[in-house]
């Protein structure tokens, strides 16, 4: 006999109180393949698409540049290419799409109405392109993917504010 499969659609819950979110807030958009396999899966198949990494290139300029930089070397908000993260969970993609969806603290207010989901993986895709840090550390790729992967290089805005600050330390 067919069993019916309810479609499986994982839970996503607020970075900072863990509530669970309602995806059905903000600005609608086209329901996407790459949103739905994202829902179910947690895996963001942008993170491979030249396109939508150029198209959240533009998005992050124009959404989140102001508090995170323009190379995302941190500015009023922490810097999203290194391995340290204020919430560890933000090294893998669900976290990281958590708390872009729903916000965080102080002025990491949710983008829900700014952004579409789509919009978010493709920014987050952006992301994950520039990272600078450990391999290691980079919880969103598989095993598999790891034995391959490159770390982009350090923006040097970055690298001169972690001089200082070792200095100044
Ligand atoms: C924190 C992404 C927009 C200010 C964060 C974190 C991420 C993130 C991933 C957590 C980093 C960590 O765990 O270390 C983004 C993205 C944005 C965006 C992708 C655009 C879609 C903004 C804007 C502001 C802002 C517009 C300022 C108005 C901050 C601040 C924090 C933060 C102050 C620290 C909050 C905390 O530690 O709880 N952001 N952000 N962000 N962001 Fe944003």
Redesign the pocket.
Known sequence: AMIPVAQSQLMFRN??TGDVLDLSFGKKGEKTEAVEHFLNTGENHYNTDEDAIKAGES??AS??S???GHLAEGK?????GDD?????K?ANDKG?FE??YGG??????P?YN??SKDE?LQ??AW?RSIYWGSTEKADWLTEEEKETFQPAAMPAEFKEALENFNKNH
Do not use: D, E, K, W
């Open positions: 970075t900072v998005l992050f959404a989140c102001g508090c995170h009023l908000g922490p810097a999203l340290y993260y204020t919430y560890p933000n990281l708390t872009i965080a603290r102080s002025m990491m207010g983008q700014n952004l978010i920014i987050m992301i």
